[in-house]
């Protein structure tokens, strides 16, 4: 829903900041040609941390949240678990299990109370998800799996699993194909190849048309020199992001409806602000909007706002906010209004920001806040009507907060 407070006046307040923020910008990459790069207040107003819920087995370094449009009170995690942020580690024997890793499900029907409804205990460490209708996929970072689920019923466990041509999977998006057929994309990451990490560098394509059927159908190598990391679709077409690389290229899905199966590179775009190119997660496949937000995790960081209507897979930037106090940022998601993008950042002690995205060429920087206690990561966020929920990832915790201003 939409937050009823004056954001109007917060949004104006912001601006007024704009002589002080010219001198933080100073060291952020010029935006790319045609491209505005928005200013933003020194000093925005932070968000109010209603409680901090700190639980081991439940949010044991959580990495992905999203709340579906299919149950809009209801928000999904998954969590690594323990060593989730030892990646070196994931393959050696004995490391390969992950204590508390796995799925839970919260309900925000009231929302400065999330309560638990469900709980899967994976494992190992997991990762993507996406939901499309009644189909929930979550990917197994370090062994490579794809589980398919009831989303009403995730407690039952995975409906199927597929394991991977590639030992690792990071990031999914669910694809509806003209021909009626649903596929899962799914970026290698974290994958390996004769025993060196960032040597996979593939997008693989899953049928999951049938849940309990999930097979791997295509798989393409990406034009990326390291491994890829977020995956965004529209239009029939993905858009991938490379793990510590400054590139996203682009592919032409539309031949997954053929016999065989088959997906095409078609663009690359390079800026040493597109580093690890993380795009949003929070929209349906096809729906005819024309506009990807993407993280840039970069110190500085922020967002690239960019235009992905065109049929060959360019993607000129329509606008950027890239400063200091938003390094790392990681896994953005929109307000359901689409008028604001909500911002992790990874970078230490951890936070979470919200950026007004209401004209694109200017986003602004409206609210922002950071963890206290030491130093994490926060991974992901998610808002729900005015408040925002920010995990940290090492400290097991999930941050309540309300958005300023809010009644």
Not at 232 to 242: E, I, L
Not at 270 to 285: E, G, H, I, R, T
Not at 300 to 306: E, S
Request: with cysteine; hydrophobic share 40%.
């Amino acid at each position: 829903g939409s937050v009823s407070f004056p954001w109007t006046q917060l949004k104006g307040a912001v601006h007024r900041g704009e002589c002080r923020a010219n001198a933080v910008m100073a060291d952020a990459p010029p935006a790319a040609a045609g491209a505005a790069q928005t200013v933003a207040s020194a000093d925005p107003p932070p968000l109010e941390e209603v409680r901090v819920i700190v639980d081991e087995a439940l949010t044991n370094y959580t990495v992905n949240c999203y709340i579906y449009a299919e149950a809009p009170d209801r928000m999904v995690v998954t969590c690594r678990g323990t060593g989730g942020g030892k990646p070196a580690l994931w393959k050696v024997p004995g490391f390969r299990g992950s204590k508390h890793a796995g799925v839970s499900v919260y309900d925000l029907s009231d929302p400065s109370h999330p309560a638990l409804l469900q709980r899967w205990d994976a494992p190992t460490r997991v990762e993507g998800q996406d939901r499309l209708g009644s189909t929930l996929v979550v990917t197994e970072i370090s062994n490579g799996r794809l589980y398919t689920f009831n989303p009403d019923d995730i407690a039952a466990g995975p409906i199927a699993t597929c394991n991977l041509s590639e030992n690792g999977a990071l990031h999914v998006r669910l694809y509806a194909h003209p021909t009626g057929k649903t596929f899962a994309m799914v970026t290698s990451g974290f994958a390996t190849k004769r025993g060196l990490p960032g040597g996979a560098r593939a997008l693989m394509a899953v049928d999951v048309t049938d849940p309990a059927n999930p097979r791997e159908v295509a798989k393409i190598q990406t034009h990326l020199p390291w491994s890829p990391e977020g995956i965004f679709v529209s239009d029939n077409r993905g858009y991938v992001g490379g793990v510590n690389d400054t590139k996203f290229s682009s592919y032409d899905l539309i031949g997954l409806g053929e016999d065989p199966p088959v997906m095409t590179f078609l663009h690359t775009v390079s800026d040493p602000a597109y580093k690890q190119c993380v795009a949003q997660n929070s929209q349906p496949s096809n729906t005819g909007d024309p506009t990807m937000y993407a993280a840039l995790w970069t110190r500085p960081g922020g967002i690239g706002i960019f235009d992905v209507s065109a049929a060959d897979g360019t993607a000129p930037e329509v606008g950027r906010l890239v400063i200091p106090s938003l390094a790392m940022t990681n896994r953005i998601v929109l307000f359901r209004d689409r008028t604001r993008a909500l911002l992790p950042l990874e970078d230490h002690p951890g936070g979470v920001a919200v950026v007004d995205v209401t004209d694109p060429k200017q986003p602004t920087l409206v609210a922002q806040s950071f963890f206290t206690g030491g130093r994490d990561t926060c991974y992901c966020a998610c808002a729900h009507g005015e408040y925002v929920y920010a995990f940290a990832a090492n400290a097991a915790a999930m941050h309540v907060f309300r958005l300023p201003g809010a009644p």
